[in-house]
């Protein structure tokens, strides 16, 4: 079986750990439940027979994001697309042979998905689904910032809009952002970077790279605790820290590897420790217990020991794409993706830069 709690029961009494009850106990709080608790069987089972049909019709594919529901992480593996990270989705949705991309993510994966396939039909379940990296980084004001700052190479992170995107030099995400500033910066480049401060800050102190740090953040990962993460440390010594850089310093500090969503999924099938606690959104945990199912999975906490939600990882946006506006975007063809002619043609050179960058590197 995965997932079990431990078999210790011995309660937990130092003054230094903020959680009470036995270790059984706290794993129960922090355990990913490897379930599809929004969805019963047979309303899967129906879902996943409209949706196929679908696909099947309008000659799409799903190209989904870690972050989705299980049930769509589920379905567009089943239909033959793809669960990865943003950079991935990309390179996926443009090497593609279908006509229409179905994007289960927030906005600026479908705009990615446009810019780098102009000519393919791109849907999503819902153009509500945003980011708080790119609502941060409006355009107006980051082009203003850019202009003051002339003699600086603008990279930007995926998480960012198609005209802000226009607007930089390179996109990066965030499994190459270390690679690409640490080229730059041995070019001589000075750098700005936006939108993400954390991501910024750790890109920084790895490379030595003379950055200005646009002042955004995740939502989701800005709420990762390291007295948390230190507490359940303390209850389970042997557990290994995964870290998305997109959590406060604090926090890396306290991994044992830090990486993208791929990163991370590759650790854990990596380190030798069974016992893992994640700080990254609850979505992953699909794939994690999917591709590494002999280990337990913790979810980092968010909430400290008297908040009533022990981890709220969970993005908001992401969590608006279910199986039903996903069917219905398909069926009548709705929610689809526009950018226009003179932004993809501006926005495609940075994204480009990225996917040569990672082609000259493999
Ligand atoms: S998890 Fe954070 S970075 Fe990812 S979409 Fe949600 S708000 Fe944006």
Redesign the pocket.
């Known amino acids: 079986m995965t997932n079990q709690p431990p078999h210790s029961s011995e309660p937990i009494t130092s003054d230094a750990i903020a959680y009470t009850g036995s270790a059984e106990d706290i794993v129960k709080r922090h355990l990913y439940e490897p379930t599809l608790p929004n969805y019963s069987e047979s309303e899967f089972d129906a879902a996943a027979e409209r949706i196929a049909a679908l696909l099947e019709r309008e000659n799409a594919a799903i190209v989904a994001?870690y972050?989705t529901d299980p049930a769509i992480q589920k379905l567009a593996e089943m239909t033959g697309g793809i669960v990865s990270d943003s950079l991935e989705m990309a390179r996926f949705g443009a090497a593609h042979k279908a006509d229409t991309l179905l994007v289960a993510?927030?906005k600026?994966m479908g705009e990615t998905a446009k810019i780098l396939s102009p000519e393919k039909r791109v849907f999503m379940p819902t153009l509500e689904?945003?980011?708080?990296?790119?609502l941060g980084c409006p355009i107006d004001s980051f082009s203003a910032f850019c202009d003051q700052h002339p003699d600086r190479t603008v990279v930007v992170y995926a998480?960012t809009s198609a005209a802000v995107k226009a607007r930089a030099d390179w996109v990066v995400t965030s499994s190459i952002a270390l690679d690409v500033v640490d080229y730059l910066d041995g070019l001589g480049e000075k750098i700005i970077w936006a939108p993400?401060k954390h991501l910024g800050a750790y890109v920084q102190q790895h490379t030595g790279a003379d950055m200005l740090l646009w002042d955004s953040a995740?939502?989701?990962?800005d709420e990762f605790k390291a007295k948390g993460i230190r507490d359940l440390k303390a209850v389970f010594p042997d557990a290994a820290v995964l870290a998305h850089p997109?959590s406060p310093a604090s926090v890396l500090a306290l991994a044992d590897r830090v990486g993208s969503t791929t990163q991370i999924i590759q650790a854990a099938a990596e380190l030798p420790q069974e016992k893992i606690i994640v700080a990254t959104?609850q979505g992953i945990f699909y794939k994690l217990t999917q591709l590494v199912p002999e280990k337990q999975f913790l979810i980092a906490p968010t909430g400290g020991a008297g908040a009533t939600c022990q981890s709220c990882a969970n993005?908001?946006?992401?969590a608006m794409n279910g199986l039903d506006n996903l069917a219905n975007s398909l069926e009548s063809k709705t929610n689809e993706i526009f950018v226009s002619d003179d932004l993809i043609a501006r926005a495609v050179l940075p994204l480009q830069r990225m996917l040569d960058f990672l082609k000259a590197g493999a």
């Open positions: 994001h972050y993510g927030v600026f689904a945003t980011c708080s990296l790119d998480n993400d995740c939502i989701v990962h997109e959104d993005c908001p946006w992401m």
